[in-house]
């Protein structure tokens, strides 16, 4: 069956199940291997895209579950203003190791950062919690969202 997604601006029409994950569609059908496949179960964080702006496990979101929804995804995370600030601190911080989990942690942290604009530890806690590192970048992380934060400005 035929659905028409909206992927970073574009609209692409893909012919697949209903019940196909987003991942798949993304990464088989339209080629945007940035976003990556960890456990499929919503349980590693590795998937995530933004659906409207909300950080979402791809791995587990049917294609017919989008509708008009907007999906963004790693590819296009920096023509925005907090994926920009995520990922140019990601570089001063040099957060990856391996660097397979760090588009989905970029992904949430940039959810994150464009709904918190000075958020806590506990609100950085709250947002990675579902993104796991297997190389223990996690200290990295916390710096780079605290760098991007503060590009923010002063809270008020
Ligand atoms: S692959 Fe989606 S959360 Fe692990
Ligand atoms: S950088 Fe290797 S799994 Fe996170």
């Known amino acids: 069956m035929a659905f028409t997604i909206?992927?970073?601006?574009?609209?692409?029409?893909v012919d697949v199940d209903?019940?196909?994950?987003l991942l798949w569609v993304l990464r088989d059908v339209l080629g945007m291997t940035g976003t990556k496949?960890?456990?499929?179960?919503?349980l590693c964080g590795a998937c995530t895209v933004h659906i409207d702006?909300?950080?979402?496990?791809?791995?587990?979101?049917s294609v017919d579950s989008i509708g008009d929804s907007k999906v963004t995804t790693i590819e296009a995370i920096g023509a925005t203003p907090a994926g920009a600030k995520i990922q140019q601190a990601w570089l001063e911080h040099e957060v990856p190791q391996?660097?397979?989990c760090q588009s989905g942690q970029i992904m949430s942290a940039s959810a994150l950062l464009a709904s918190n604009?000075?958020?806590?530890e506990a609100d950085i806690?709250?947002?990675?919690?579902?993104?796991i590192c297997r190389c223990g970048t996690y200290?990295?992380?916390r710096e780079a969202i605290k760098l991007a934060a503060q590009t923010n400005g002063k809270a008020g």
């Open 6 to 13: 909206n992927v970073n601006g574009t609209a692409h029409s």
């Open 18 to 21: 209903g019940d196909t994950p």
């Open 37 to 42: 496949f960890g456990c499929g179960m919503a």
């Open 53 to 61: 702006g909300t950080a979402t496990r791809s791995c587990i979101t």
């Open 98 to 100: 391996c660097g397979y």
């Open 117 to 120: 604009a000075h958020p806590t």
């Open 125 to 131: 806690d709250d947002a990675m919690s579902g993104n």
């Open 139 to 141: 200290m990295r992380i």
